[in-house]
């Protein structure tokens, strides 16, 4: 499936899933804004490699909850690349899960601030080009914790409610506008940040999912770019899991 033309901005892109999801889309064709905020070498480093194989990128820094710092990237993308017909929000602040009686209202506003208003800000940002052109794709990266619960996750799983109702509220107003917005929701991932969860945490979730491993950020990079095809138009508002099967139960 080709993107040839297309340009992509993703969010997060200096690492893990973001950075994969880069190079796929590249490979695929699209120029691409790696998009980082404090991850400016592996940003970088994306956008260099995409450049050496013949595709086209730039790496762009901002703060996604910052409205002025999303449309000056916008405009970044758009001198450099042309405007993006192609978003994936894949930012995220890491944050260690505390249960419940430790959590404090900055917690739940952490994550808001970053997933939350900085899907919204570059969503507002990248739209009305999209509009006027009448074609885009939006994939916004949730997380199966929405269906799979766990104890300590509770600001970061409650925002990522919320972009469910956010990503298939945009689906029904972009429909007439030629614009799909879908969702990609990961199961557990091994990325550099893969420290986050313990030895026998990560042992336990291989046993309870059917393809016997964990996931890639590859596996996640490639239900996005699915997404984003050409002729992938009739779909949106839906919520694809990449999680090994570990959601069918
Ligand atoms: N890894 C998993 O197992 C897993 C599972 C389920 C869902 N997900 C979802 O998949 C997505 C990517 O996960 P990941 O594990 O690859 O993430 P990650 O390694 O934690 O990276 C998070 C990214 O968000 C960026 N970021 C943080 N604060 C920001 C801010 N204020 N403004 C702009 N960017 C900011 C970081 O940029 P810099 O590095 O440049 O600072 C980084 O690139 C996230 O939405 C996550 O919730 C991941």
């Known amino acids: 499936m080709s993107l040839d033309g297309r340009v992509a901005l993703v969010t997060g892109a200096g690492r893990g899933i973001g950075k994969a999801v880069a190079r796929v889309l590249a490979e695929r064709g699209a120029s ?3 998009h980082y905020h404090t991850s400016r070498e592996g940003a970088e480093a994306v956008a260099s490699d995409i450049e050496a194989q013949g595709g086209r990128a730039i790496a762009l820094q901002a703060d996604v909850s910052q409205p002025d710092q999303v449309e000056r990237m916008a405009e970044q993308c758009r001198s450099a690349l042309g405007p993006a017909d192609i978003l994936v929000n894949n930012a995220r602040q890491l944050a260690r899960g505390k249960p419940f ?3 404090q209202w900055s917690d739940y ?3 808001i601030d970053v997933m939350l208003r900085g899907t919204f800000n570059c969503c507002r940002a990248v739209l009305p080009s999209m509009m006027e052109r009448r074609w885009g794709r939006i994939v916004n990266v949730l997380s199966t914790v ?6 300590r996750t509770s600001a970061y799983g409650t925002v990522k409610s919320a972009l469910l109702y956010f990503s298939q509220n945009l689906a029904v107003e972009m429909g007439p506008c030629g614009i799909t917005v879908n ?3 990961p199961g557990l991932i091994q990325t550099e940040r893969e ?7 990560q042992e336990e979730y291989i ?3 059917p393809m016997g491993r964990l996931g890639v950020p ?5 239900a996005v770019a699915y997404f984003e095809g050409e002729k992938i138009g009739f779909i949106t508002g839906v919520n694809m899991a990449v999680s090994g099967g570990k959601t069918i139960f």
């Open 32 to 34: 691409v804004a790696v």
């Open 101 to 103: 009686t430790e959590l």
């Open 109 to 111: 506003q952490g994550q």
């Open 146 to 151: 929405l269906v799979d619960h766990r104890p």
């Open 183 to 185: 969702m990609v929701s």
């Open 195 to 201: 420290i986050l969860h313990s030895r026998s945490y």
């Open 207 to 209: 046993r309870d999912t």
């Open 218 to 222: 590859e596996d996640v990079a490639e």
